[in-house]
């Protein structure tokens, strides 16, 4: 069983930046890709950016590609979501996710995850 537990949600100004962390545990060796998801209110979970194993290949939303970098220490069993240049409308919950599965381009669909953490706020003001 894999337990993930993020932290560094917070409140900042739009055009700030914020850091996510996701501390990992348990059967973390089962598990073949990770990643950022993000939820509203009244709006359906989001996919934000995906990385498979080793961090060999990462997908990015349309919407965060160029502002968001997710990368990871394997030392530390953390992944990480740098945000810069944020915007209102990047105001949500935050969520890890990991899954077993494998893709060469990373998964993107919230079912196919199979671990998430209990996120974390992100707020943003103009």
């Known amino acids: 069983q894999v337990q993930l537990v993020e932290s560094g949600g917070g409140s900042v100004q739009a055009g700030g930046s914020l850091r996510l962390s996701c501390a990992a545990s348990?059967?973390?060796?089962?598990?073949?890709?990770l990643a950022w998801f993000r939820q509203a209110p009244g709006k359906e979970r989001e996919f934000v950016v995906c990385?498979?194993?080793?961090?060999?290949?990462?997908s990015y939303a349309d919407s965060v590609k160029g502002r968001f970098t997710i990368s990871r220490d394997n030392a530390k069993n953390t992944l990480y979501l740098q945000m810069d240049n944020l915007k209102r409308e990047d105001a949500a919950v935050y969520y890890c996710?990991?899954?077993?599965?494998?893709?060469?381009?990373?998964?993107?669909?919230?079912?196919?995850?199979?671990?998430w953490g209990q996120g974390t706020q992100v707020t943003v003001s103009s």
């Open positions: 990385m498979n194993s080793k961090g060999a290949s990462t």
């Open positions: 996710a990991a899954t077993r599965l494998y893709d060469p381009v990373c998964l993107r669909a919230p079912g196919d995850y199979d671990y």
């Open positions: 348990g059967g973390i060796l089962s598990v073949n890709t």
